[in-house]
């Protein structure tokens, strides 16, 4: 049974540098989620993928902010001029798409740091 | 807007003792309700879920959880608390419209002392 999987775990990065994170879902399970975790804190919904659509986006990302699933499998979150405050661990998410609120199966995450 | 407060930062208890973990949820219908454990530098894992039915719901390693209406709680609970339970205890809220994000707390760290 293949989880949820993220690469790179860790990222450590220089202020104004870019960034690109990768997801794999679980086969077959159509939703996918980006959340972002920070020290202390519960994680935090950034945004979410029907399939290659994406349907929702927080308040919570920015600009600098950019996500994709060009193909319905795979995404990817891009962080463009780093910031301190990026500092965080990224976390993805899917579920099958059986109506409403599903279980939602998490991956290791991704923890980024930017010096 | 959905909201969930877990009013306990930190708990220590003793291997052997039983556990209570408190959630308090707001949200204007009926929510789905979900316990997850993290341990350090790693990624969630799903204990248990309620989302209709029975409001006492089994999870994984002999965690329970029991879903108050009239209290707005979900508690997770464990008779016997195990030194490998340690980790951190995250409850989250989702809506039951179509594919909710989940709103969480910000988690109730556990300690196991032996």
């Known amino acids: 049974d293949t989880g949820v999987s993220q690469d790179p775990r860790h990222k450590i990065t220089k202020r104004g540098q870019n960034v690109t994170f990768r997801c794999d879902p679980i086969?077959?399970?159509?939703?996918l989620y980006w959340y972002r975790q920070t020290l202390g804190q519960g994680p935090e919904f950034l945004t979410y993928f029907q399939n290659e659509a994406q349907l929702e986006k927080s308040r919570l990302l920015s600009d600098r902010f950019s996500a994709e699933r060009p193909k319905g499998s795979f995404s990817t979150l891009e962080i463009q001029r780093t910031e301190q405050g990026d500092s965080a661990m990224y976390l993805c998410?899917?579920?099958?798409?059986?109506?409403?609120?599903?279980?939602?199966?998490f991956g290791p995450g991704t923890r980024l740091t930017v010096l | 807007a959905q909201s969930v407060t877990q009013p306990d930062i930190h708990i220590t208890v003793s291997e052997g003792a039983s556990l209570e973990l408190r959630c308090n949820y707001s949200?204007?219908?009926?929510?789905?309700l979900f316990w997850y454990v993290q341990s350090p530098g790693q990624g969630l894992q799903l204990l248990l879920k309620?989302?209709?039915?029975?409001?006492l719901v089994q999870g994984i390693k002999g965690f329970e959880a029991e879903f108050k209406r009239s209290q707005s709680s979900f508690n997770l609970r464990k008779p016997s608390v195990h030194w490998s339970d340690a980790a951190e205890y995250f409850c989250?809220?989702?809506?039951?419209?179509?594919?909710?994000?989940?709103?969480f707390g910000t988690g109730t760290r556990l300690q196991v002392t032996l």
């Open positions: 309620y989302f209709s039915g029975d409001t």
């Open positions: 086969s077959e399970h159509n939703r």
């Open positions: 989250a809220v989702g809506g039951t419209g179509t594919a909710s994000k989940l709103t």
């Open positions: 998410a899917s579920s099958p798409n059986s109506g409403g609120t599903d279980t939602q199966y």
């Open positions: 949200y204007g219908a009926t929510p789905y």
